[in-house]
């Protein structure tokens, strides 16, 4: 839609030419906090296993590239998804990155935090919380995290799917994101 193509322009302003230089530490705690319009959902992170994915959102996060943006796509019993500043769910921050599958982690319950992407070593910046075992992602999406706190935050947001030429509710927002170092 003309929506769509003005807030990917308007994206385009905010976008990175690079991936950000590597600064996670794999022997840290990472706690994210994702403050939202209902209430606060609380992530560990894993920069062992995933520390090009942890490098990249914690870098996301403290440059405010997740500040006031929607919950684009809450699919109910499945996941919800946000990351993309233009709300279209085709935004990205500028740069991918690679594709990093632990055998160790798996969908296998609700809660799994996972970078979005479109093939191997496509990840940008939208990611997505699962409401429910999704066991058919394995092998497919980074796992770069895991809630500890606030799935019931998780399933008050809005069910949403836009597509083109459907009217769509609006979104609820992701207000910011604080991360704690341990």
């Not at 093939?119 to 500890?148: K, R, W």
Request: charged share 20%; net charge neutral.
């Amino acid at each position: 839609s003309l929506n769509d193509i003005v807030q990917l322009v308007l994206l385009g302003k905010r976008q990175y030419a690079a991936c950000p230089a590597v600064t996670v530490q794999k022997t840290k705690r990472y706690i994210a906090t994702l403050h939202t319009a209902k209430g606060e959902i609380v992530i560990q992170l894993f920069p062992d296993k995933a520390p090009m994915t942890v490098n990249s959102f914690l870098f996301l996060a403290r440059h405010g590239w997740y500040d006031n943006i929607t919950f684009h796509r809450v699919i109910p019993d499945l996941f919800a998804q946000t990351g993309d500043p233009s709300g279209t769910g085709k935004g990205n921050p500028g740069y991918y990155i690679i594709t990093e599958i632990d055998p160790s982690l798996t969908f296998d319950k609700p809660g799994k935090v996972a970078m979005v992407n479109s093939g191997p070593d496509t990840s940008g910046s939208q990611f997505f919380i699962t409401y429910a075992p999704t066991t058919q992602y394995n092998g497919q999406y980074t796992i770069f995290g895991e809630v500890l706190s606030g799935m019931e935050v998780l399933k008050q947001l809005t069910p949403r799917d836009p597509k083109p030429g459907t009217d769509t509710p609006p979104g609820d927002k992701l207000l910011n994101i604080t991360v704690q170092e341990k």
